[in-house]
């Protein structure tokens, strides 16, 4: 079982539309969980970062952590074809600030 | 431009050379990593650095892969003996807490 498991995609939504992103973890002593947005050909750049169970919402975007269930969600409201990227799932599991990502998601807007 | 920088952006190899690869933090940032990422997979974490002392190494870094990060600044990863297997982006991060880790460019290594 890997550490970080995402979805690889694509995954396909009209413009306007909610993104679901789903990752599920295997350390149930992971403290952080994080979410990036890659371009094709970029370096990963910094969503969101949540803690505790619930949700957070920044703008558009709404991560959801079940630290029960293991999992983590991030949520991309009124869709925008700039969204068009990957997103990954990374899991820091102790202090050092080490991250442990999944595959990645590829989401990709349709206008 | 106060990003992560990385040096050089591209490199191009003969299998067996050795290569290094310089990564400037963020200026206030201690913690220093360095990840792997290859086609279609999230990057792969190889070293972290707090300051000067490295803390942990991936069991991915082999004896062919050193990294330094004298006096706690800049930081080098070098590769001895290039094998093609280590064709990939490597991909230097920096942050103040363990919390928003933010990446550099990248230096995309092709090993012919």
């Known amino acids: 079982q890997k550490e970080v498991e995402q979805n690889s995609g694509p995954l396909s939504v009209p413009e306007g539309a909610i993104a679901s992103l789903n990752c599920t973890y295997s350390?149930?002593?992971?403290?952080?969980f994080f979410w990036y947005r890659q371009y094709s050909g970029k370096s990963p750049e910094l969503i969101m970062f949540i803690y505790s169970n619930g949700d957070k919402e920044d703008g558009r975007f709404t991560a959801q952590l079940n630290k029960a269930s293991q999992y983590v969600s991030l949520l991309i409201r009124d869709s925008q074809p700039s969204d068009s990227a990957t997103y990954l799932c990374?899991?820091?599991?102790?202090?050092?600030?080490?991250?442990?990502f999944g595959q990645g998601t590829e989401l990709s807007v349709k206008p | 431009d106060t990003g992560v920088s990385q040096d050089p952006r591209h490199k191009i190899t003969k299998r067996g050379q050795n290569v290094t690869f310089r990564c400037d933090p963020i200026s206030e940032h201690n913690r220093l990593y360095w990840y792997r990422q290859t086609l279609g997979q999230g990057p792969e974490f190889l070293t972290y650095f707090q300051n000067e002392a490295q803390l942990e190494k991936s069991r991915l870094l082999s004896d062919r892969f050193s990294a330094e990060r004298p006096k706690g600044s800049f930081s080098t990863l070098e590769i001895q003996r290039t094998e093609q297997g280590d064709s990939a982006m490597y991909l230097c991060?920096?942050?103040?807490?363990?919390?928003?880790?933010?990446f550099g460019q990248g230096t995309r290594l092709t090993v012919v």
């Open positions: 990374a899991v820091n599991q102790n202090q050092g600030g080490k991250l442990i």
């Open positions: 991060a920096s942050s103040l807490t363990p919390t928003e880790a933010f």
């Open positions: 350390d149930r002593g992971s403290q952080s």
